[in-house]
């Protein structure tokens, strides 16, 4: 049995637009399962960074409710909320919105400073691991913009995990990087949830849906389909691409 970590019920999203409302999402239902690499694909426009901003407290759908241990994110107090999304979150983006005049290590730690639940040499210790984990350590004393995008990206996933957070949320996170960097990318993520972090990915890149454990398609503002998969392994990479792509034309992607 899986634990369900969030669970949406009837979340819509509208948007004013030229007099009138752009219904983005609409009374979308979901559950997030704890361990889960849960991928979220979608054609451009149809509401999976809404979806994912919705759903991690980012920002508040229209109707619905989004809970979380027990709690509705919709309606919770923006400071509580706040708080929530530090603590218990974490975020990587396509642009990884570095700090650029601090250091690859204090990007990081000074997220796990101001969590205020660890010492500082408590910080210190858990960014020195991840640093090493992520494969810049060499760098570690660089400005963002004296590292590569993909450095800067492993960055930011060292960043987001600081704080080990119950969901790690991605928007894109492969959108701005080169195959190789990508590759990286990818398997750093794939492993972060071997290890049992809950992940919840939006993306448009097949590789990316390629690491799902669970893939979701939206569609007109609705969930429409779902696939089940085990946890990655490059070895059948071939017969996961088959099966991904297979179910992908059944969405009609
Ligand atoms: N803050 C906003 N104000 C008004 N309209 C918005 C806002 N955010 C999103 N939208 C609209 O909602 C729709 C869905 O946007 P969203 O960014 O969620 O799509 P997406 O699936 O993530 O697309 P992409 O794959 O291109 O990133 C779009 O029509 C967009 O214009
Ligand atoms: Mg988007």
Not at 58 to 68: C, F, I, K, N, S
Not at 120 to 143: D, P, Y
Not at 155 to 163: D, S, T
Request: glycine residues 8%.
């Amino acid at each position: 049995m899986k634990t369900t970590i969030l669970e949406a019920k009837g979340v819509c999203k509208s948007f004013a637009h030229n007099g009138g409302q752009n219904h983005v999402l609409s009374h979308v239902d979901l559950k997030v399962y704890e361990g889960d690499f849960t991928v979220i694909m979608g054609a451009s426009g149809s509401g999976k960074s809404t979806l994912l901003y919705a759903l991690s407290g980012m920002d508040r759908a229209t109707a619905g409710t989004v809970l979380y241990q027990e709690k509705n994110l919709v309606t919770m107090k923006e400071k509580e909320l706040a708080k929530l999304r530090h603590t218990d979150f974490g975020f990587i983006f396509q642009q990884m919105h570095l700090v650029s005049n601090l250091s690859l290590f204090e990007n990081i730690a000074v997220s796990g400073y101001l969590n205020k639940e660890k010492t500082s040499a408590q910080v210190r210790e858990r960014t020195e691991m991840l640093l090493a984990r992520m494969g810049i350590t060499e760098v570690k004393t660089h400005l963002p913009s004296q590292v590569s995008g993909g450095e800067q990206q492993r960055c930011a996933i060292a960043r987001a995990v600081v704080n080990e957070p119950r969901v790690l949320f991605a928007d894109e996170p492969t959108g701005a990087l080169n195959r190789k960097n990508t590759t990286e990318v990818l398997g750093l993520l794939t492993d972060l949830n071997r290890d049992g972090q809950s992940i919840v990915m939006v993306t448009h890149d097949m590789r990316a849906a390629l690491r799902a454990t669970r893939l979701l398609y939206l569609e007109d503002g609705k969930i429409i389909g779902e696939l089940s998969l085990p946890i990655y392994d490059s070895n059948e990479e071939k017969s996961r691409e088959t099966q991904v792509n297979a179910w992908l034309s059944s969405m009609k992607w």
